[in-house]
């Protein structure tokens, strides 16, 4: 089972619905001259003309809706079609992703796929999409806004250090001696309630981590009254730390984060 294939067939007489549209539009200047004209044999033949025509659409959209629903969408995305052929989109375009169906992550976004709704969830967003090609596509429309809307790195910075300040705090630590502290939990205190993990969950926070750390190492960011600079923190399983993504595609996953004063 192939969506494109489908489309192919629909497009085919789509095309042919538009003709003959086209051909109806002739027909009825030519009637309305037959009328003026008081030439009612050619009146007469060019209504039944018109007939035919009509006759004609109505046979291209008895065979569209027989078309569209003889296509079991839900088996389509249950039985791998559809999440397959997504992964073949999602590599011909280059759109990094990760997972297996029905979950996905193409960074930053969560895909999930829903055979019962017959739609896909764009992080929270529901998308009523049964073709593969066209959801890649809605993926990487929103990866390149996200990538080409303003991100103030120094104002993310400040927040993200003054989480991490908090979490130095809460566990006791001595912050002159800038600890690590794990990501996961700083993030857990930029968005504390449910409602705004929500909003900006661990991927929009990953998201902003990667270009911000792009932004340090092109340009140094001092952050605070004290200057100080984030560094990444030791390596740790992948499944304790965050996955980032780089502007180049560079994967990498971090577990902590730590803010010293340079000497």
């Known amino acids: 089972m192939d969506y494109e294939v489908l489309l192919k067939s629909m497009q085919e007489l789509i ?18 001259k037959d009328a003026e004209n008081g030439d009612l044999k050619a009146l007469a033949k060019d209504l039944g003309s018109y007939a035919d025509k009509l006759n004609s659409l109505t046979e291209i959209n008895a065979s569209l809706q027989k078309m569209v629903s003889e296509f079991d969408g839900e088996a389509y995305m249950t039985e791998g079609g559809y999440s397959d052929q997504m992964l073949e989109y999602c590599k011909k375009e280059n759109v990094d992703v990760i997972g297996q169906a029905p979950n996905f992550e193409m960074f930053p976004f969560k895909v999930k796929v829903v055979p019962a709704e017959q739609a896909v969830y764009l992080n929270n967003k529901k998308v009523n999409c049964l073709r593969p090609k066209k959801m890649v596509a809605l993926v990487r429309e929103s990866q390149d806004k996200l990538s080409k809307a303003n991100f103030n790195a120094e104002a993310f910075g400040k927040e993200l250090m003054a989480a991490y300040d908090l979490l130095v705090i809460k566990k006791k630590k001595d912050p002159e001696k800038g600890p690590d502290m794990p990501l996961k939990e700083i993030h857990s205190l930029m968005a504390p309630m ?11 926070f990953a998201y902003d981590l990667s270009r911000f750390m792009e932004e340090d190492a092109k340009n140094p960011i001092y952050l605070g009254d004290d200057h100080r600079r984030m560094q990444p923190g030791p390596s740790r399983e992948a499944k304790y730390c965050i996955r980032l993504l780089d502007s180049k595609g560079k994967e990498s996953y971090q577990y902590s984060i730590r803010f010293y004063k340079e000497d």
């Open 194 to 204: 449910s409602r705004l993990k929500k909003i900006y969950d661990l991927n929009s």
């Open 15 to 32: 095309k042919k619905t538009k003709d003959l549209q086209d051909s109806q539009k002739k027909s009825l200047t030519t009637i309305g």
